[in-house]
């Protein structure tokens, strides 16, 4: 057996014990513990921002590109943004030992269905510091041991964070133990991570398309993950334009770089020229750039003016492509049946929308599309946990099972039976 | 691409289709094709059972043991009992299309979370060519397409049955690949099969530990099992000794060979001398074989009698084994904690159960014993989803996600967020 994978088994064993205590322990005593961590995130500032900017020192002498430098980057305020939202998930409801059904047999046997919690979850995630403390403060609100393995540029801060978060557990009679980070920066560590099923009940991989399927790759517990959100709104030829537009604007543009973002514009046919000239105009003047199927680039073309590279041919590949950036993909189609089709051929099964006026076209569109969140209406920027009123989110999941959609506390529960009798026995 | 690879996949992409087809169809329409389904099967006796035979020929001249010949030997009577069982199925309420939670935020965009077929699963199992129904018709009572894989000593019988229930499904106006078997004996299919998460939702692997964590090894997609069934009743010093010894010989006895039986007899100090003297004697009269520590070894030899074979010192292995037979591990414990420790340690997190008057001592061990179903004063033989209530069961998980305990109908469905606005944008 390797160093390093002694060492990940290790954190393993310490998580187990932990997560044992923690799912014994009261709403009270979890919530006391989350101020105490706020707290000691503030207290901790001077051990905190030193480590961070050796991080962010090295990361520089890398060569790390500007945006990752300033996701990386702790002040006194973001830090202080940290401690704020652990506090937040403080005052959160907790969803631990909620009773979620709760009947009798006609033998007499009372079954209780009661939310606990999962156990040990690792979360694996890319380089932002404040994942640390919020992942944390999720997992332990809900009664969880947590495994934290950040991006290896951000190792110091992440260490610096922990130790702080095991003093705030520590002044609230909780184990430390409860919120642990790797301390290695090589990779094998995540492999021996995710595959160590004795001590992990859930990984959580958060970030780029190659760290997820490397977790999937190795991973012998469950996963629950979103590869990509490759999101398309139609606009159907019983749109109401100007709803369209709106909706059209605002899930392209309020927020290119998110997952929830749309990258498809699918339009009826029988509206395309109308609602493409008016709303093509607005994204242009927007400055997002159109990949056009021949009938949308033949509409789109003449509104380019200035910026004929604005309006292109799509690729195939355009149409399976997260831009996460001021790019969006067009397509005219014959009827919502097309449209439900090329989604199901296309897209990420993460969120898609239709805008029309016609109530049965959108029904059939709700049932058919397979995606966590479909929307008649609406932008699909709502699938978010703090807009579905969560309160936090842990991530979204595009898989099917256990979560779908945005991840919130509840998400972070299992159940078990519980089952009082007076003596039964099986006939 | 290897050829069994392209087989395989072609089976997950015509089940992905069909599966879109099943997602919208009624409950009228999925009941109705049950029925046929089950026409079919008796209908098709002169096909089904000349298959079954030749399997059953080419079993005994590769010399299967009997037991497991039985298991795969189909009459007239059995293949009855399957159509019943698929019947059975038909009668079920149906859970796809609940609503389980509906609200509406402040900017009134309504939220409804429904539920709907997971889509593509995947079933794999050994011998007994009666899962085969039992699975497909679980499987599409809940809207879902299914691949099954069942032991190659049966393929001829499930390939037959397959066909049956392919007619069945046409006769309703079904797609004939809502159920399809894998028609290859190689081994390396289920490796394919558990790889291709494009198609594949959720892989259910049922049978020995080998063959699910070969399952576990090779899956890139969900997978829902249990290793083992070791489950511990804990007779507490507060028990009432006629209720404990009940409870135990049924735990025990009633069916040995299954995994909600215990394995593991765990006994109070201040009430070993008593219980064991007496329990005992009822338990080696059944012909079970204690495996004991010291101090009931101690105890519990005089009992032996004619059998001196019958009460042995237990090994370390004992007490983590899962026997599914006449055989019983025993221990004499000091406390309700150090019971709670053992089966922290040695069980399986299937089904664990303590008999004791005291109620502050069975709710401390409810809340602390980490398994799918705990009993207080109850047979661990309840851990069954026709015994819940269920009516129906497609497996036991001792996983903590998605599904834990016994799995039924609803286990078998997934939710959307299904989202109805009136132009709402994010601000």
């Not at 009947?103 to 380089?127: C, D, F, M, Q």
């Not at 332990?140 to 290896?152: H, Q």
């Not at 400055?287 to 073309?301: I, N």
């Amino acid at each position: 057996m390797s160093d390093l994978r002694t060492q990940i088994q290790e954190l393993g064993r310490r998580a187990r014990a932990a997560a044992r205590t923690l799912a014994q322990t009261s709403t009270d005593t979890r919530n006391r513990a989350l101020l105490a961590m706020a707290d000691a995130l503030v207290a901790d500032e001077a051990a905190i921002l030193p480590a961070n900017a050796a991080d962010v020192a090295a990361g520089q002498a890398a060569g790390l590109a500007p945006a990752m430098l300033d996701r990386l980057r702790l002040d006194a305020r973001r830090l202080r943004a940290m401690a704020d939202g652990v506090r937040a998930v403080a005052a959160l409801p907790d969803p631990v030992g909620r009773i979620l059904r709760e009947w009798t047999r006609p033998n007499g046997l009372r079954h209780t269905k009661v939310a606990v919690p999962i156990g040990v979850i690792g979360i694996i995630y890319e380089s932002r510091p404040n994942v640390t403390s919020d992942a944390a403060s999720l997992c332990l609100k809900t009664g969880n041991a947590v495994i934290l393995r950040g991006g290896s540029e951000s190792l110091r801060s992440n260490l610096a964070i922990a130790a702080a978060l095991a003093r705030g557990l520590a002044a609230a009679g909780l184990p430390g133990e409860a919120v642990q980070v790797v301390a290695s920066a090589d990779r094998e560590a995540v492999k021996h991570l995710c595959a160590m099923d004795e001590f992990l009940d859930l990984v959580i991989p958060r970030g780029g398309r190659g760290l997820i399927e490397a977790v999937v790759a190795s991973a012998r517990v469950p996963v629950i993950k979103h590869y990509d959100g490759i999101c398309a709104l139609y606009v159907d030829r019983a749109a109401d334009p100007a709803m369209a537009e709106e909706i059209t604007l605002n899930a392209k543009c309020q927020r290119p770089g998110v997952c929830n973002a749309i990258e498809t514009l699918l339009v009826h046919r029988e509206i395309a020229a109308a609602f493409l000239r008016h709303t093509g105009a607005a994204l242009l003047a927007r400055g997002v750039q159109l990949r056009c199927d021949p009938e949308a680039q033949a509409l789109l073309t003449p509104l380019a003016g200035a910026h004929p590279g604005r309006v292109v041919a799509a690729t195939a590949q355009d149409y399976r492509t997260e831009f996460l950036d001021l790019i969006l993909a067009v397509k005219v189609v014959d009827s919502p049946a097309a449209a439900i089709a090329h989604i199901a051929e296309h897209g990420s099964h993460h969120s898609d929308a239709i805008v029309t006026a016609d109530a049965a076209v959108a029904e059939r569109f709700l049932a058919e599309v397979d995606s966590a969140t479909v929307y008649w209406n609406a932008s699909t920027r709502f699938t978010d946990g703090g807009e579905f009123g969560f309160g936090a989110e842990i991530g979204i999941s595009t898989d099917k099972l256990h979560a779908r959609g945005p991840m919130g506390l509840e998400e972070l529960t299992t159940y078990k039976y519980v089952m009082r009798g007076t003596g039964q026995v099986r006939g």
